[in-house]
């Protein structure tokens, strides 16, 4: 707009060339000196075409791992199917990335076999390869000292390549400390997929992409016709991308689910909330079960129902209101997960709202069971 206003006062000659117009005029030369800003234009899906999976693509048998004289995991079984995006989760140091390693053969388990397809490709990209070189140019980034990239049955350029990813001549030799954030992003994209493979294995991709990018490479995983294994943090991300979970949760154990991480995580409260209610049943032994020469004894020596002490009645009093509390910090933040805008105006709190929400369910879970037990007490009371 001020160029376009500054031209049409230019091209009227100004007659008087008083100090005012002089400097009005080497203002607007300035200015119209001056590059172009970057324009930012929208990464298409490029991820190359992989080759023909066979039946057998990776199968694990009875593994476990001990490393330090600690067991990561054991006695786990799982075959990735041709067409599973499957999402690796759980917290840190529970044998995630060692799992991965294991089964592209950088490490050895410690008990059980892998069986890897004849037709398996890898494409395992660590979070090492998603650092750039700020003082490398574009091509060098890509390059790595090769000129070819393997797409499909073809060879490209690493010219050619880099120009799916849109960047053109004069942007492919520029260094990359020079780059806006749109193309650094879609570098990091080009080096991840340049390898190609029928199985993308992919160690916390959303660590260092940011969300444009990120966004297209969670359309360019579901459309890819081969397997895929991530492991990440980002709720939503698994939420999008994968057909299947497996959770590293703790004690040697990797669960297998169906489907996406919070369908995995309803299955996981229901199974805890069934094994408390079986747990109290078996405890409520009834008195027609015990041996009869000890029911007269048994008799006399159980207890009468007590009443609340002063302290239960207050918790009881205000427990409601705080698993009310909680449930409505749930509906809040999982209605904040589901707005279409939320990770173009929450991205960066994304992280800490999944642990928000994951502690508001525990808590109302644990208030639930305390609720019960003290509600119980009182009508064993209020009966006897």
């Known amino acids: 707009m001020f160029l376009k206003k500054e031209l049409a006062w230019v091209r009227q000659g100004p007659r008087?060339?008083?100090?005012?117009?002089?400097?009005?005029?080497?203002?607007?030369?300035?200015?119209?000196?001056?590059?172009?800003?970057v324009i930012e234009e929208d990464v298409e899906l490029c991820i190359p075409p992989p080759p023909q999976l066979g039946n057998r693509t990776v199968e694990v048998s009875n593994l476990g791992v001990e490393l330090g004289g600690r067991k990561l995991f054991s006695n786990f079984s799982f075959a990735?199917?041709?067409?599973?995006?499957?999402?690796?989760?759980?917290?840190?140091?529970?044998g995630k990335t060692t799992l991965l390693k294991i089964m592209i053969g950088q490490l050895q388990p410690t008990e059980g076999t892998v069986k890897i397809g004849q037709?398996?490709?890898?494409?395992?990209?660590?979070?090492?390869?998603?650092?750039?070189?700020?003082?490398?140019t574009v091509l060098d980034e890509v390059a790595d000292g090769t000129e070819f990239v393997q797409w499909g049955e073809?060879?490209?350029?690493?010219?050619?390549?880099?120009?799916?990813?849109?960047?053109a001549d004069d942007r492919i030799m520029t260094q990359v400390k020079k780059l806006s954030g749109g193309e650094r992003s879609r570098l990091l994209l080009a080096r991840i997929l340049k390898s190609g493979g029928n199985f993308l294995i992919l160690d916390e991709p959303t660590n260092d992409l940011d969300l444009p990018t990120l966004r297209v490479l969670e359309e360019a995983l579901i459309a890819f016709p081969g397997v895929v294994c991530?492991?990440?943090?980002?709720?939503?991300?698994?939420?999008?991308?994968?057909?299947?979970?497996?959770?590293?949760?703790g004690d040697g154990k990797i669960a297998h689910s169906v489907g996406d991480y919070d369908y995995y995580l309803e299955k996981k409260e229901k199974a805890a909330a069934a094994a408390v209610a079986a747990s109290r049943k078996s405890a409520e032994v009834p008195a027609a079960s015990k041996p009869s020469a000890l029911s007269r004894d048994a008799a006399t020596k159980t207890p009468k129902p007590r009443k609340l002490s002063f302290k239960e009645q207050r918790e009881l009093d205000g427990i409601e209101a705080q698993i009310h509390g909680l449930e409505a910090e749930v509906a809040r933040i999982e209605t904040l997960f589901a707005q279409p805008d939320f990770f173009r105006k929450n991205g960066a709190q994304a992280t800490q709202l999944t642990i928000e929400l994951e502690a508001a369910k525990e808590n109302a879970t644990k208030l639930y069971a305390r609720w019960e037990e003290l509600e119980k007490i009182r009508a064993d009371f209020a009966a006897g």
Do not use: M, W
Request: glycine share 6%; proline share 1%; with cysteine.
């Open 154 to 167: 073809a060879k490209l350029s690493v010219r050619s390549y880099l120009k799916r990813f849109l960047f």
């Open 80 to 94: 990735f199917e041709n067409g599973k995006r499957v999402g690796v989760c759980g917290r840190n140091g529970l």
């Open 230 to 249: 991530v492991v990440s943090h980002d709720r939503y991300f698994l939420n999008r991308v994968c057909t299947d979970i497996l959770a590293f949760e």
């Open 119 to 136: 037709l398996t490709k890898f494409n395992y990209v660590d979070q090492g390869r998603l650092q750039l070189n700020e003082e490398r």
């Open 16 to 37: 008087a060339q008083r100090t005012k117009q002089k400097d009005r005029f080497e203002r607007y030369y300035e200015v119209a000196a001056q590059d172009g800003p």
